[in-house]
């Protein structure tokens, strides 16, 4: 899964990095942001996980929970991959009912690769 508002990130960025995410054409379903998301996302903000100012990393988060991704990856260790809001995000989460999502870096969720 792919949310829209990753591909909305890419379209500020350099075009080799559009051209591969759209690479994946088919293989990957295009997650849109719906209501709800931005409910679970200000919760999140109301919480502390992140400050308004980093409130599109919260919606990574709520799309990645709402649309039951097995993880969410990225590099972004100051707002994501971060164990302190890794917790706050899971707080949230159980407390309006959804279960917690994983947060990872790439280098983690590649499977084997040799030493």
Aim: proline share 3%; hydrophobic share 45%.
């Amino acid at each position: 899964m792919i949310s829209a508002l990753v591909r909305e990130e890419l379209l500020a960025g350099p075009k080799y990095l559009l051209d591969y995410f759209e690479s994946f054409g088919d293989s990957a379903e295009l997650v849109s942001t719906v209501e709800e998301m931005l409910d679970l996302r200000n919760a999140y903000l109301v919480a502390g996980a992140v400050s308004q100012k980093w409130s599109a990393d919260a919606l990574h988060v709520a799309i990645a929970t709402m649309s039951g991704c097995a993880a969410l990856v990225s590099w972004n260790f100051k707002h994501l991959v971060n164990f302190r809001r890794i917790s706050m995000y899971n707080a949230v989460n159980v407390s309006r009912g959804y279960g917690p999502v994983a947060i990872h870096t790439p280098e983690e969720m590649i499977y084997g690769v040799k030493d």
